[in-house]
């Protein structure tokens, strides 16, 4: 059986990831940068976040639903 | 008066090169031995993995692995050895002959050369004994060496695949991960689908040699085969040497069987180049001519035979890597000049005014 793999970030943009050699078996709750929670997947429809190093970062919205990863971003739009 | 000023770090980078420079010259037949064993590591790996998947032991799993592709090997020198040992000893006393009929051809076409004399002026028990003897030794020790080598480091390669992986993956910063993995796939991808589509374009260019040769009633049917199926792996000139070699020897029986011969292996050139390998290697290689064509005379000014056979595989590596950067830069920016240029020469000035004002427009909101 493959291992489960994937990447995520905080709301600082700290990215991680899990599963991969030299890394955690299993996605972690808390950044280790800067202690804020970590988003693996989508709130709303659990779509992984983009494994592109650069839309990981810029990503603040789901690709899949257009939901926002972070309760802060929502707040941005209805701004 | 010009002033130059360099940095220690400068100079410190420099002599670092030069001394990486000089490592990488006396150290090349190691750094070959190490990439080739690389290569295979790449072929083998997904069958380890199978074999693994299955419950059998890693170690286990890569030995079995590498017995029976030395099993195979043993076998097939075991058929051939003997049968071209054979057909030596014919070419060693029929050479006069051939090379008499080669010149009385050379001869109707206005080409004169003294083939014949030279044929038998060829000193044999020079050639096959006695200090040549000795310097064929070595070079076959040389060579034996490097074969156990390759295959131990394969072995090793194989067996801490994992290891490797993760002493690959502490250098990757986290979030990276996925991109590395794209990358290290493609390159198996790349490397070991060349490796597995040559072994099965060898094998297949072997079994039809033989039988046409065989059924032509060509000699030496078993040597030609063998060497059908080596030089297949020389890119673009390969296929001529596995065409020329019997066609002339078919030639020494008769013409007709010649022109059977050069027909039959044409065809079979036709059917690998149009259908086996574009089915074998998909999309795995994918190298417009030209480059095939630069990267066989590069590696065979480097390296000889070895770079020659190399090219390929590393052409396919550097496209890798090419594509891997191209994808990393991303889709072009857009351009951020005047906008006349955007515009054709012979566009109204007054459209283009209505251009700029549209621009303001959007960038105050």
């Known amino acids: 059986m493959a291992v489960e793999r994937g990447v995520g970030k905080c709301e600082q943009n700290h990215a991680g990831s899990f599963g991969y050699p030299t890394r955690p078996n299993e996605p972690y709750d808390f950044c280790p940068q800067c202690g804020n929670p970590m988003v693996w997947h989508c709130p709303n429809c659990r779509s992984p976040l983009p494994d592109d190093p650069g839309e990981l970062i810029s990503a603040r919205f789901c690709r899949n639903c257009g939901s926002p990863y972070f309760p802060h971003s929502e707040d941005e739009t209805d701004r | 008066m010009i002033r130059i000023e360099v940095s220690y770090r400068a100079i410190l980078f420099i002599a670092l090169m030069l001394v990486s420079l000089w490592a990488l010259t006396k150290l090349w037949p190691i750094i070959l031995l190490i990439l080739t064993a690389f290569i295979f590591h790449t072929a083998l790996l997904p069958y380890v993995e199978w074999l693994v998947r299955k419950g059998l032991p890693r170690t286990l799993s890569v030995l079995l692995i590498l017995l029976a592709i030395m099993g195979v090997l043993a076998g097939l020198s075991a058929l051939v050895v003997p049968a071209m040992v054979d057909e030596f000893t014919n070419l060693k006393s029929d050479l006069p002959e051939d090379a008499k009929d080669l010149e009385n051809l050379l001869d109707d076409f206005g080409i004169h050369v003294e083939l014949e004399q030279r044929a038998r002026d060829i000193d044999w028990d020079h050639l096959i004994s006695g200090s040549a003897a000795v310097d064929y030794g070595q070079r076959a020790l040389t060579i034996l060496l490097g074969i156990i080598t390759v295959v131990v480091l394969t072995a090793y390669l194989l067996v801490d695949t994992p290891r490797l992986s993760r002493f690959v993956y502490q250098f990757v910063p986290p979030g990276r991960e996925p991109e590395m993995e794209h990358f290290l796939t493609a390159m198996n991808r790349v490397v070991g689908g060349y490796i597995r589509g040559q072994v099965v374009t060898s094998a297949c260019i072997f079994v039809y040699t033989l039988i046409v040769l065989l059924a032509v009633g060509v000699p030496n049917a078993v040597a030609f085969a063998v060497l059908a199926a080596f030089v297949d792996i020389i890119p673009l000139i390969g296929a001529t040497i596995a065409v020329v070699f019997p066609t002339v020897a078919a030639f020494r029986e008769s013409p007709t069987q010649a022109i059977i011969v050069l027909a039959l292996l044409m065809a079979y050139q036709q059917f690998e180049d149009r259908l086996l390998t ?66 054709a020469p012979d566009e109204p000035a007054m459209e283009k005014e209505a251009v700029r004002g549209r621009r303001t427009r959007r960038r105050k909101v």
Not at chain 2, 285 to 306: K, T
């Open chain 2, 278 to 343: 574009p089915r074998v290697y998909g999309q795995t290689l994918n190298l417009p001519p030209l480059v095939v064509l630069v990267a066989v005379l590069v590696g065979g000014q480097l390296l000889g035979i070895v770079g020659v056979l190399l090219a390929m595989p590393a052409a396919a590596v550097a496209r890798v890597g090419f594509d891997y950067w191209m994808e990393r830069r991303g889709p072009a920016a857009p351009p951020t000049g005047p906008i006349e240029e955007l515009l």
